[in-house]
């Protein structure tokens, strides 16, 4: 069986193996193609995938000889077209929201798996490349605002006077949010931060932030420990509560995000006219729609000084932990349907048939066929 590991489109600096990745891969008794140059934005040279045992190839090769393409960023149909019959495509295909990616596959019979349709269960955490993007995400971002801040983040006591530290607030304390709370306290912050989720209080609290608290948030048992929309009164109740918060932070990062809807308003235009000159705002949920009502996608707003970041794919600005916690999250996976250097699709395994789109012509995560319906 070949695996065929390719190259990222230019815009991706990850790369979904790195080779000590692949060097397990192989030890499975399976062969290993990487594309030629694919390691190339994440540090990793064609030469140290031959040094574990991999043979470097064209993409044309790799489309039309792989038995498992993977990969990050998914093909275009086009390319698709060139993959051999009863290949297995993955990827983060984007597959709840491209339709028309979606339907192709299943037109066309391939096998496909979309990374981001990892159920979030215990079982299958060691495979959630979500999380792990999330990680780095939430703690680029701390970074990020680190560094345009006209201010330092820690309390200073110097010869030359005395410095109060930053107050940050995170919006949403999800996985990206956490990985703020904890590099922001870090670097020696105040920091606050904000949940519709009451689970999400005792994890802030823990790593040393304060809880925001707004009273009357809706919580569905049945949403997978997500959060779900909320009704109009609380959002504008917490966006009062928001704009009371804003007025003395140094620094807001946005996180909240609500699974196939667009991200909710958090932080109004009149807040932002509202903080402090030299105050940054890093949106993460920018391009689901944006918490903050003046950011545009991988871009930067200035208004009245206050500056206000949207974020698109922070993930590939840091490509070599990156990929490695990629390729750790896919080689866990890859466990589940290769059995002695073979593929194995077992659809009794609820992570498989969650992950996976469609196999001969038919949608088969639940997720898929509910939205196919
Ligand atoms: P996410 O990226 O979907 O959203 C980020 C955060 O925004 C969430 O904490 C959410 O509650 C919050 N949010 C949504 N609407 C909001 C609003 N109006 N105001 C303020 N905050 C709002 O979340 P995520 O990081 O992917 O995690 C979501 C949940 O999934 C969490 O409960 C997490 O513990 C759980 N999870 C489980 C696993 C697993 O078991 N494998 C893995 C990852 C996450």
Request: hydrophobic content about 45%.
């Amino acid at each position: 069986m070949i695996i065929g590991i390719l190259k990222e489109p230019k815009e991706e600096s990850r790369v979904a193996m790195l080779p000590e990745a692949v060097k397990t891969l192989l030890s499975w008794g399976a062969e290993v193609q990487v594309e030629q140059a694919a390691g190339n934005t994440a540090f990793a040279t064609d030469p140290s995938y031959q040094e574990v045992g991999a043979s470097i190839k064209s993409r044309e090769e790799l489309l039309s000889q792989a038995d498992i393409l993977i990969g990050i960023q998914p093909l275009s149909p086009l390319e698709i077209a060139k993959t051999k019959s009863g290949a297995v495509l993955m990827g983060q295909m984007n597959a709840l929201y491209d339709s028309q990616l979606r339907d192709y596959l299943i037109a066309e019979k391939k096998t496909a798996f979309s990374m981001e349709l990892v159920p979030r269960t215990t079982r299958a955490q060691s495979m959630d490349v979500l999380s792990s993007m999330a990680t780095v995400t939430g703690y680029k971002a701390v970074l990020m605002a680190a560094d345009l801040l006209p201010r330092f983040f820690p309390m200073f006591m110097t010869a030359a006077g005395s410095i109060t530290p930053s107050r940050v607030l995170i919006l949403g304390a999800g996985v990206a949010g956490l990985q703020a709370i904890a590099t922001a306290r870090r670097l020696g912050a105040s920091v606050f931060a904000f949940d519709v989720r009451q689970a999400a209080k005792e994890e802030v609290l823990s790593l040393g932030a304060k809880f925001v608290d707004v009273e009357g948030a809706t919580e569905d048992k049945d949403a997978g420990g997500y959060a779900v929309e909320q009704s109009e009164e609380f959002l504008q109740r917490q966006k009062d509560t928001i704009h009371e918060h804003a007025l003395k932070a140094d620094v807001i990062i946005t996180t909240a995000q609500i699974p196939g809807r667009k991200a909710p308003l958090l932080v109004e235009e009149r807040t932002v006219r509202a903080m402090k000159p030299g105050a940054v705002v890093i949106d993460l949920a920018a391009s689901s729609g944006g918490n903050c009502a003046l950011s545009q996608p991988d871009q930067t707003v200035e208004v009245n000084g206050v500056r206000i970041v949207g974020v698109g794919n922070l993930a590939a600005s840091m490509p070599q932990d990156a990929s490695k916690m990629y390729g750790k999250n896919y080689l866990n996976f890859l466990k589940l349907i290769i059995k002695d250097g073979n593929l194995h699709l077992n659809f009794e395994d609820d992570i498989v048939t969650g992950t996976c789109v469609c196999h001969e012509g038919k949608a088969i995560s639940p997720r898929i066929i509910q939205i196919q319906n």
